[in-house]
């Protein structure tokens, strides 16, 4: 496929630039060093797009988007780059640095490409600006070299690097797509993660989020929001916690495969429940038990659970007792290490017993009993000594 036809695809939204988590990284030399590569017409990769149904999905552009959406997966640094080079601008909900590809130009005589220095290229005709190029086409940068009489002898040569550069737009790549019922979450992360085995790892909070951003492509951003607000008051959490309690509260399922049947609203109201429930029980954590600061909260796996079971109470519990109750399950949870191991396992377990809600802390407590055996304290357990120790929380909350 066309380079030209890929970034017109992503404006229309049938192709979607993810916002992973590590956002745009690339410098000004892995910009330069692809330009050159795509200007030699050598190899730069194929793409990698996952093909995925996109019921009410946002377009990135003003025509509606289709019902099917190809996110991609490997490839997005380069398409990045190459769209902020040929639009002028970077695509919509860019998280980076934009000073990576803005202002790149290309030396007519040395075939080179370099970032815009004015001591160096300011009225030199032989410096062209290449997004000018790309927007414009090649003939306002004839009519400049035809007013100078020294380059006319290379007038032609000029004008064919010229069209190389800009043929880089019709450069094809190849897309490889991986579509069919059976590509779930799981097996599209693994996919992702052969396929791209010396570089940053996906995973499967990533591609979820992709495919949220694909209906909602303000999510990334309203969830940072969310963590922000947080970070703000002392505690410190992560995307793809906040997505683990979101995928909780909607699907009561701890796997994000299961938020494909969430819809854009629902996940929208998901969002805004678990940023409510969140903190009701930081509150109540940090009133009741004085776990008030991001280094002595514990047990963060504990709280898609907490979130369910607070939603499905319409928000609020009823009364100390289960406010106690609740919190002798959290605290209990940490102490003994319940999301250590298997955690999307264990959650599953957990999450399963909510429902019918009465009894369900009751629940809780004898699925904690059954796989610990006895919850008592004893002195030894406090023998750890490190911030990072299970039982520093308690101690804090003791002293």
Not at 32 to 40: K, P, T
Not at 68 to 84: A, C, E, F, I, N
Request: net charge neutral; with cysteine.
């Amino acid at each position: 496929m066309k380079i030209a036809t890929i970034l017109d695809q992503i404006d229309l939204g049938s192709i979607a630039l993810p916002e992973f988590q590590r956002g745009y990284v690339w410098n000004r030399e892995q910009v330069r060093s692809l330009m050159q590569s795509l200007y030699r017409r050598y190899p730069v990769g194929s793409l990698l797009v996952w093909v995925t149904a996109a019921e009410g999905a946002t377009a990135r552009g003003e025509a509606p988007a289709p019902g099917v959406v190809k996110l991609l997966l490997d490839g997005q640094q380069r398409m990045t780059s190459l769209y902020g080079i040929i639009r002028g601008r970077p695509p919509r909900f860019f998280d980076g640095n934009a000073q990576a590809f803005t202002g790149l130009h290309f030396h007519l005589e040395d075939e080179t490409f370099e970032f815009y220095m004015p001591s160096k290229m300011k009225d030199n005709p032989l410096w062209v600006n290449v997004t000018e190029l790309m927007q414009t086409g090649v003939g306002r940068f004839i009519g400049r070299l035809l007013h100078n009489q020294e380059l006319a002898p290379r007038l032609e040569t000029y004008i064919q690097r010229l069209n190389a550069v800009e043929g880089i737009k019709d450069v094809d790549l190849h897309v490889e797509e991986v579509t069919g019922e059976d590509k779930t979450v799981d097996v599209v992360v693994e996919i992702f993660n052969r396929v791209n085995s010396g570089g940053t790892k996906l995973s499967k909070g990533d591609l979820a989020l992709a495919k949220i951003c694909a209906t909602w492509p303000e999510a990334r951003q309203e969830m940072k929001k969310v963590l922000a607000a947080w970070e703000r008051a002392g505690f410190s959490f992560h995307l793809e916690w906040l997505l683990r309690n979101i995928t909780a509260i909607r699907t009561g399922e701890a796997l994000f495969s299961a938020l494909r049947k969430v819809t854009p609203e629902e996940f929208r109201e998901g969002l805004a429940q678990a940023r409510d429930a969140v903190n009701y029980l930081l509150n109540m954590i940090s009133g009741r038990l004085g776990l008030d600061h991001n280094r002595v909260l514990g047990g963060r796996y504990a709280f898609p659970v907490m979130t369910r079971y607070l939603v499905l109470r319409g928000g609020r519990l009823r009364d100390a007792w289960e406010r106690d109750r609740l919190l002798f399950w959290y605290v209990h949870s940490f102490l003994w290490g319940r999301f250590a191991g298997s955690t999307e396992t264990v959650l599953n377990q957990d999450l399963g017993v909510l429902e019918p809600v009465d009894q369900a802390l009751d629940r809780l407590i004898d699925q904690l009993r059954l796989s610990r055996g006895s919850l008592e304290v004893r002195p030894e357990d406090f023998a750890g000594w490190s911030l990072g120790a299970r039982f520093y929380p308690k101690l804090y909350l003791l002293t």
